[in-house]
């Protein structure tokens, strides 16, 4: 009986020791985006140039490869004047500031897509082992309905905390190409920013995404009217659009080209088999 229960004893105490262990929760999504993928986020300072005067300015960005390619609004980097017939603001002294760098890094301006709303940095000289960063050609498929997460970081002042931002997909576009429209919990976060799914996997990067010139001056109520019902005016484009413009910036950056080819974007007729056609860049 009594070798019996000193057995007995010792099962309980090795369950006992082990069940810490056992239950030890998996990191949630959240931990990962606030630990694992913060680390890529950084801040962009530059100055622009208007002719002869000069405006200093910063904008958050995400590293998207080892090498040091940072992904930043176009539009945030001053780069929307073009788009729309003004002079273009000429942007210097680009410097990427990661982790607890406050001086920053030499970088420069490798390419820029003004239709998507996007630009690519290169930091000059990139740090021995390479960078954390966001790999979006592993991203994931967003629908209308899921959850999804942005991380973002608060001003100097507060240390540059890192955030986290929940809302969901409130819709999902066609035309004038496949976007996702963030629900308005999202409108507050900024132009630039990784957006990621409930596996902590990145679904797109947020934009915004106008049309041309021409275009946006026939319609009544300008970007009033064509920004309807999306919060902030925050689009988020997919990831895989996100790859496939990163693909195109690089090839452009190596031709000595600033600007990419046109993103495809879907015809108005549709292919066999129902599904849409991709032509050039609208009008």
């Not at 080892?66 to 539009?75: C, E, R, T, Y």
């Not at 017939?85 to 942007?91: H, L, R, T, V, Y």
């Not at 995404?209 to 902030?232: A, D, Q």
Request: charged letters at 20%.
């Amino acid at each position: 009986m009594t070798s019996r229960l000193l057995v007995a004893l010792s099962l309980c105490a090795g369950l006992m020791a082990a069940a810490p262990a056992m239950s030890q929760p998996a990191p949630t999504a959240y931990e990962v985006l606030a630990t694992t993928h913060a680390k890529a986020m950084v801040n962009v300072k530059f100055t622009s140039k208007f002719g002869a005067e000069e405006e200093e300015g910063e904008v958050p960005g995400v590293i998207i490869d080892k090498g040091g390619l940072v992904l930043v609004s176009n539009d945030n980097l001053r780069g929307i004047n073009a788009r729309f017939g003004a002079p273009g603001a000429e942007s210097a002294n680009i410097k990427v500031l990661a982790g607890e760098d406050t001086e920053g890094v030499d970088a420069k301006v490798i390419a820029r897509d003004s239709e998507l709303g996007l630009a690519w940095v290169q930091i000059e000289k990139p740090a021995e082992g390479g960078y954390a960063f966001v790999d979006f050609d592993a991203g994931a498929e967003a629908r209308a309905g899921d959850r999804v997460m942005v991380i973002s970081q608060l001003s100097k002042f507060f240390d540059r905390a890192t955030v986290v931002t929940e809302g969901v997909v409130a819709g999902v576009t066609a035309r004038p190409r496949k976007t996702l429209i963030p629900s308005l919990e999202l409108a507050t976060t900024e132009w630039g920013v990784p957006v990621f799914d409930a596996n902590a996997k990145p679904v797109g990067l947020m934009t915004i995404i106008l049309p041309e010139k021409e275009e946006l001056e026939s319609m009544p109520g300008g970007p009033g009217e064509v920004l309807k019902g999306i919060p902030g005016g925050k689009i988020i484009l997919p990831a895989a659009e996100v790859a496939a413009a990163t693909k195109r910036a690089r090839e452009a950056a190596a031709s000595g080209q600033g600007e990419p080819a046109a993103a495809p974007v879907p015809s108005e007729t549709p292919a066999a088999g129902g599904a849409p056609a991709t032509g050039g860049s609208p009008k």
